[in-house]
């Protein structure tokens, strides 16, 4: 049975941050990581006016929690929750909370880091792009794991880029 107080991963409303912090009181934890992906106005050089993401919700919310599971026992994380928005949303608002408490921020960091690139590549989740030239696309999403086999590493998305560049920097 599922825990009346832990929030459902897939929501259709907008995302509130607040509770999902208070449901992962630990006190043993002077880590706390957090993670909110927010719709920006452009992409690929057009601009952007909305989005809308869609999900088949069952199967997303058991992919999101295996997740959550997997990657908080690598990092020996207590708590770990991702909330990703589904339905319309406009530029600003929320897609995507993260939040990880550790012991330590290193393991904070790194769990709330692969939490959401594993869900940005595994669970199934569209996101369609409205455009201000009247047009609109499904996003190539990068949820095609090149891992699997034997295939070529695609190239990374521009993000994806700027992240590893400022490790390297």
């Not at 909305?50 to 058991?62: G, I, M």
């Not at 090149?146 to 590893?164: I, K, N, S, V, W």
């Amino acid at each position: 049975m599922t825990n009346p107080t832990d929030p459902a991963r897939i929501q259709d409303r907008p995302l509130q941050l607040e509770p999902l912090l208070a449901w992962g009181l630990h006190p043993q934890c002077g880590g706390l990581a957090l993670f909110a992906g927010t719709v920006r106005d452009h992409h690929d050089g057009k601009q952007v006016l909305r989005l809308t993401y869609t999900a088949y919700a069952p199967l997303a919310e058991k992919q999101i929690r295996d997740i959550e599971q997997a990657v908080a026992a690598k990092h020996g994380v207590p708590y770990l929750r991702v909330l990703h928005r589904v339905g319309g949303l406009a530029i600003g608002e929320v897609a995507i909370y993260c939040v990880a408490r550790a012991p330590h921020r290193a393991e904070a960091f790194a769990a709330c880091e692969e939490a959401v690139d594993r869900v940005k590549h595994e669970v199934p989740i569209w996101k369609e792009e409205f455009y201000a030239d009247g047009t609109s696309a499904f996003v190539e999403g990068c949820c095609i794991r090149p891992d699997l086999d034997g295939a070529t590493p695609a190239q990374p998305h521009h993000h994806e880029e700027q992240r590893h560049a400022r490790r390297r920097a």
